[in-house]
RNA sequence: GCCGGAGUGGCGGAAUGGCAGACGCACGCGACUCAAAAUCGCGCGGAGUUAACUCUCCUUGGGGGUUCAAGUCCCCCCUCCGGCACCA
């Protein structure tokens, strides 16, 4: 054994060895338990950085923890391949963007090898592999097939410069974030995913989600944005035309002066065509419909209209209000009309005094007795109804159901649930995507490919114009095809689907990685699903992680898959910081990965990140913290190689556990200490707190060393205490471990040792310290034996010298005593 | 604006309502060494007090409260971080 500690040779040599006798390997068995732990597949980007290494490093703990404890863990990684970095690199490198993502997954596999993690290589999937896209686009044909894939008119940002259509991150600011030209919209045909059809059960589904951060399950909730109301019909003037309009405040309707439509809205056309002020208002709809959405649903953005010169009826008091048109309104959410009560909404207050429009008050605060006829904000809380013929003095809660009551008898409303949710948009007008299987055909319309004939294949050579067009559409040979239905000539969709639905699914994937006739075996992935630890970042707790609930949701309606959720519990890992500050390529403080392993190796590298914070909050990087582990594994290194020979040769067997010495005792006793905490905090996943218990057990053999050496029981402790530490140790640094297990004498790797147990005899304590307080500050301590009652304790307290002195002039009005614990003397 | 989360030594961070500051970093001292590094050991919130073992007080963003006892529970406020943001 080498008296150094040198990472380096050893790193790499168990890498080896490991992957040789593939540990990690895993099938389903029969009578272990099974646990599927997952961490969220990178973007293949090029290489790691530390960010990454904090989320795997952790999922890695959680695996060969639960390994050790007998559980059957399947831990598999891949790579979230398609996307738009390999099409820019295409362009600005001219190099193939396969190529570019091989090259990268190839490098950025080596540097996981290179950090031990845990993985069954044989499982990985790649989403750009013609073997997973198949099934992608084969999961797009079920959809289909079930109506959830629908085909619709959309606006999308386009660059006018770039000839194409940006996904919302692609536009910084309002402009192309490639060539900083103004982003402009465009119409076009887009497959949506009918994902609001799911509303109701995403949102109910959270409440099951016991292991989800909360603050996920909130971010969940409010994006999808479920709010019940009413829908009301008022009907226009001159022409009699339904105007529905959705409010979650029907409680206000007498309070209506007017009505505003979207810029948008179907019946703009009809009421402003031949009116006296047609052009006037043309060009204000114009205006409004070239600031981008979401510039135009900022909150900042000032609110103007314009009257278009039409009245409409309040269905339920009849009063004629006028129709106006404003920025404000959105055509996408309710029916894109809305009705103004500016005594009992913000907006409309504010839209009604810069427009003149009379504001009417319905609702009276519930303390006052009169209305308040001035006002010079809206009053939006609960209150009594007023000035609604029929309701008045009835509490707004309860008048919302009469006057929904009331709406619905008459045939003028009813109510309903409206969701900020909005289907999917899928379509990207990208080359490299998975292709979404469909084929137009002049005669038979819309054709999706027939299952039999899938993969639609990606063509692999292609060349990238500066056009910015998909170069899909260049490519005679993919867009030209024959209908399946006719046989006649038929082109092929040549947009891609959105990256996020490749990740919406690799995770039943990854249990059948190479089944190749169907997307996976029912019982194997009924057998390993759900996921039963899912770990990855925050930025995807909205996208990724409901999309794929909403995968999930609809493969078990349809009886592919059993589970209804897909992770049972998410971990979110906080960021990476440096110098306060997310780590950029701007602000120049980047920690290299590649530097970190070649100084430090792999296990300090993990050590560290697990024990600088805990994981769901952001993690400081510090190069002094880095040293610091280094040092606790030297430390343990030294420990090991001090005692090589004696721990070699005394094996658990020749363990004496009677007559000990109180020393020995006590050592025994930290042992099974530590490694009840260390295995409570495990479970709990607090990491840093589980370093900080082994460090500080190993400070405690460093004290131990001596007694050690003087007798063959002690000796057999400090056995018992190196075996415990590396055992604690080797979820966390897997090479050093290994290693030293080998060192004292073992021939099997210790990843495929298990967890060791507490041994609750030596837990036992007959001494226990209790600290004495004299209202409520320690003033004393004495020790007793363990287990004595209150009223002992209660006594030798009293009957103490430092006690009777505290006490002395005073009374003694109470004392407090917790058995084991402590005793408080309350005095005047 | 709304919804989350956080605020504890010089720094990262610990603490089922029961000894605040575990563990690590930085720093100081000692041992080893010709010397340095590495290593091993000791000390390390602040103020005061004692010749000294000591003893006392203050201290978990600020202010109130509950309790024998509060970093922890309740109310109000401040700061920072994250998310959402005209959703009718």
């Known amino acids: 054994m080498k008296n150094k500690y040198d990472f380096g040779e050893l790193e790499s040599k168990w890498q080896t060895a490991w992957e040789e006798e593939g540990i990690y390997h895993v099938n389903p068995h029969e009578t272990k338990p099974k646990y599927y ?39 598999p990684m891949g790579w979230d391949a398609f996307g738009l970095p390999a099409e820019n690199a295409a362009i600005e490198r001219g190099i193939q963007p396969s190529q570019w993502t091989s090259g990268n997954i190839q490098h950025m596999r080596s540097q996981f090898m290179r950090l031990g993690l845990s993985y069954d290589w044989r499982r990985e999937v790649a989403s750009c592999h013609p073997g997973y896209y198949k099934w992608t686009q084969w999961l797009f044909l079920q959809l289909l097939k079930h109506g959830l894939a629908y085909r619709k008119k959309a606006q999308v940002n386009w660059c006018p410069k770039c000839q194409t259509v940006l996904a919302n991150e692609q536009v910084v600011e309002g402009l192309c974030e490639r060539c900083d030209t103004e982003v402009t919209k465009k119409e076009l045909e887009q497959w949506f995913f009918k994902i609001t059809d799911y509303a109701d059960r995403l949102l ?56 505003v439509l979207a810029p948008e809205h179907p019946l703009v056309e009809k009421i402003i065509s031949g009116s006296p002020r047609e052009q006037e208002i043309r060009k204000f ?10 510039d135009r649903t900022s909150e900042l953005t000032e609110k103007i209209g314009i009257a278009t010169g039409a009245y409409a009826a309040n269905p339920m ?109 899928i379509s990207r007008q990208r080359y490299w995507g998975a292709p979404i299987p469909i084929v137009y055909c002049d005669s038979c319309g819309i054709v999706g490919v027939p299952e039999e004939d899938l993969p639609v294949e990606l063509p692999l050579d292609v060349e990238f114009r500066p056009t910015g067009q998909s170069p899909l559409n260049d490519i005679p040979e993919f867009v030209n095809t024959t209908c399946p239905k006719c046989g006649g000539p038929a082109r092929r969709e040549t947009d891609t689907m959105d990256t996020f639905m490749c990740s919406s699914w690799y995770f039943i994937r990854f249990t059948c990685p190479r089944t190749d006739d169907r997307p996976w075996d029912p019982d194997t992935a009924n057998y390993w699903l759900p996921v039963d630890q899912y770990t990855g970042g925050v930025e995807h707790a909205i996208l990724h992680l409901m999309y794929s609930r909403f995968f999930t949701m609809f493969l078990s309606d349809i009886g592919l898959i059993k589970t209804k959720e897909p992770f049972a519990r998410l971990l979110t890992q906080g960021m990476v910081l440096k110098d306060g ?5 701007s602000k120049g403080n980047i920690v290299s990965l590649e530097e970190m392993l070649d100084k430090y190796g ?28 280094s040092r606790f594994l030297g430390r343990i290194w030294r420990l090991v190689y001090e005692f090589q020979n004696e721990l070699a040769s005394y094996d658990s067997a020749q363990r004496e556990r009677s007559g000990l010495t109180s020393e020995e005792k006590e050592m025994r006793r930290r042992i099974h200490a530590t490694l009840q905490k260390v295995t409570q905090d495990l479970e709990r996943y607090s990491f840093n707190t589980v370093v900080a218990g082994i460090m500080e057990l190993v400070n405690a053999l460093y004290q131990f060393r001596d007694v050690a050496r003087t007798r063959r029981e002690a000796m057999g402790i400090m056995g018992e205490a190196v075996r415990t530490v590396l055992l604690m140790l080797a979820p966390f640094a897997p090479h050093i471990t290994d290693e030293l297990w080998h060192e004292i004498g073992y021939k099997r790797s210790i990843h ?31 020790h007793v034996a363990k287990g004595r009652d209150s009223e002992y304790l209660r006594r030798e307290v009293l009957a103490r010298d430092r006690v009777k002195e505290l006490v002395e002039d005073k009374d003694i009005r109470e004392v407090f005593v917790v058995p084991d614990r402590l005793v408080n003397i309350v005095t005047s």
């Open 752 to 782: 495929e040792e298990n967890w060791p147990a507490v041994d609750e005899s030596a837990l036992v304590e007959t001494q226990i310290e209790i600290v004495i307080q004299v209202n409520g500050r320690v003033r004393d301590r004495m």
């Open 204 to 259: 109910e589904n959270l409440e099951t989600l016991e292991g989800w951060p909360e603050k996920v399950k909130i971010m969940q909730k409010n994006w999808i944005g479920r709010s019940e109301g009413v829908e009301v019909v008022f009907k226009l003037k001159d022409t009699g035309d339904d105007i529905p309009v959705f409010t979650t405040r029907h409680d206000t309707i007498f309070g209506v002066t007017y009505l």
């Open 602 to 629: 792999a296990d300090t590298t993990r050590l560290f990140i697990l024990f600088a914070s805990p994981p769901e909050r952001d993690l400081e990087w510090s190069d002094q913290g880095v040293e610091g582990a």
């Open 581 to 585: 500050a997310k780590m950029s390529k």
């Open 37 to 75: 732990a997952l961490e969220m597949f990178p973007y293949p980007s090029g290489r790691l950085h530390v960010g990454h290494t904090r989320n795997y490093a952790i999922g890695d703990v959680i695996a060969r923890f639960r390994r050790m404890n007998g559980f059957c863990v399947l831990h």
């Open 317 to 425: 008091s009849g009063q004629e209000v006028p129709v106006w048109i404003a920025n404000y309104v959105l055509p996408h959410y309710g029916t894109g009309a809305v009705m103004g009560v500016p005594a009992h909404d913000m907006r409309d207050f504010e839209f009604a005094k810069k427009y003149g429009l009379p504001v009417k008050v319905v609702i009276v605060p519930p303390d006052q007795a009169h209305c308040q006829c001035e006002t010079n904000e809206a009053y939006e809380e609960p209150g009594v109804m007023a000035n609604s013929p029929g309701f008045d003095g009835m509490p707004s809660d309860k008048g919302k159901n009469a006057v929904a009551e009331f709406m619905e008898s008459h045939g003028i409303g009813k109510r309903t649930v409206n969701y900020k949710l909005r289907d999917w948009l």
């Open 285 to 294: 709809i114009a205006g409004v419909s070239r600031v981008s959405e979401i």
